[in-house]
């Protein structure tokens, strides 16, 4: 009998206090959770490939890097080029690629002229084509 009185007592106890608690969340995290998603929705990259073709450190090594990425670029102005500075490093990056084998098949294209290696990174993705429709003349109804 007392165990009963003492586990009802326990559990009258208990539902009365679970219907006092009330759980507030932080607004603070609420902002961050916000800004997160405002800042994924304008960043626009996907996980992909690029080539490095330089890494330069020392004194003069931003210089080099934009001279190297401008001569690429005079090369090849198809394709991106970017410079990351990774510290003490300014490397030089090209291309866009979403495949290792693009990458590749990119990468002996330039080999003669830039030596590279294929790097994972986040890349821009090209915009989805466009496609315009024109009227069909056999559909407009002029026949002749």
């Known amino acids: 009998m007392k165990k009963t009185l003492a586990l009802l007592t326990a559990l009258a106890l208990g539902a009365a206090l679970q219907a006092q608690v009330r759980l507030q969340g932080d607004t603070g995290v609420e902002r961050m959770v916000e800004k997160h998603i405002e800042l ?12 490095q073709i330089a890494s330069f450190s020392g004194t003069s090594s931003k210089a080099n890097a934009f001279d190297l990425r401008d001569r690429f670029i005079a090369d090849y102005p198809e394709v991106q080029a ?63």
Do not use: H
């Open 40 to 51: 994924n929705n304008k960043v626009k990259t996907i996980p992909g490939y690029r080539v």
């Open 82 to 144: 970017y410079i990351v500075f990774d510290e003490p490093n300014f490397k030089v990056k090209v291309g866009d690629f979403r495949t290792r084998l693009e990458a590749y098949a990119f990468l002996q294209k330039i080999k003669e002229f830039y030596k590279g290696y294929i790097t994972k990174d986040n890349i821009v993705p090209e915009p989805p084509e466009q496609t315009e429709y024109a009227p069909d003349d056999e559909m407009s109804g002029d026949e002749e």
